[in-house]
């Protein structure tokens, strides 16, 4: 079966320092791995995805996630916090040849940043 | 322009009822879904929709009835209404279901069963 899990309910960082949001999946077959984001009482946007390539993918807002096969992991990531960056972060997987869109999301981050 | 928009934004109805959501894309995607986020935050997907055809239910109680009249619209129709769907319901779109098109999201109706 497909999955995604993000260990960390919560994470606090101190605006300025580097943060992370780890991600890892489980999946038979191509992973195809997407980052979103909700604030409060809003939608999820999207941040970034990875497909193939590269193992570090650019997205919104200054963020980056690597790509790691051998360790089954999507972590995102930024190398300077904002306080407008505390929101929920998904990560989330498309499953291949499923030919229905289906995205699977992890439970979600919080992520807290303090000034 | 709001590019996945859902009306209502907040629904606030007794048990037994029956409501609507509606959801609208303005991006030409040929592709729908809607997934239901619970108090926890966990999302889950109910429905897709690929140009007007359903493609996934999952599992979701024969009381939860989508509805594509074209490929810009999915509506959501739940009867009965219980306490257990107080929830946030998300309607979504993307290009089609391929695996690398990221799907893009409503605001949320926020839907409160008392």
């Known amino acids: 079966a497909q999955s995604v899990a993000q260990p960390e309910d919560q994470v606090n960082v101190a605006e300025g320092n580097p943060l992370t949001v780890k991600c890892t999946y489980s999946?038979?077959?191509?992973?195809?791995l997407f980052w979103y984001v909700q604030y409060p009482n809003r939608g999820l946007q999207f941040l970034l995805k990875y497909i193939t390539g590269d193992n570090l993918v650019k997205g919104s807002y200054g963020f980056e996630a690597e790509f790691n096969k051998s360790q089954t992991s999507f972590h995102l990531k930024k190398p300077s916090a904002l306080v407008s960056d505390s929101a929920l972060y998904f990560c989330?997987?498309?499953?291949?040849?499923?030919?229905?869109?289906?995205?699977?999301f992890g439970q979600g981050t919080t992520l807290q940043v303090k000034p | 322009d709001t590019a996945v928009s859902q009306t209502p934004k907040y629904l606030v109805t007794q048990m037994g009822n029956d409501k609507s959501i509606k959801c609208e894309q303005n991006l030409g995607h040929d592709t729908m879904y809607w997934y239901k986020q619970d108090s926890k935050k966990f999302l889950k997907i109910m429905f897709s929709y690929n140009n007007k055809e359903l493609i996934i239910n999952e599992t979701v109680p024969n009381r939860f009835s989508p509805k594509s009249p074209d490929k810009a619209h999915l509506n959501l129709h739940i009867n009965s209404l219980e306490l257990g769907d107080s929830a946030v319901y998300f309607c979504a779109s993307s290009l089609g279901v391929q695996e690398n098109t990221e799907a893009f999201f409503g605001q949320g109706t926020r839907l409160t069963v008392v």
């Open positions: 989330a997987v498309r499953v291949s040849s499923s030919n229905t869109g289906k995205l699977i």
């Open positions: 999946v038979s077959g191509n992973p195809y």
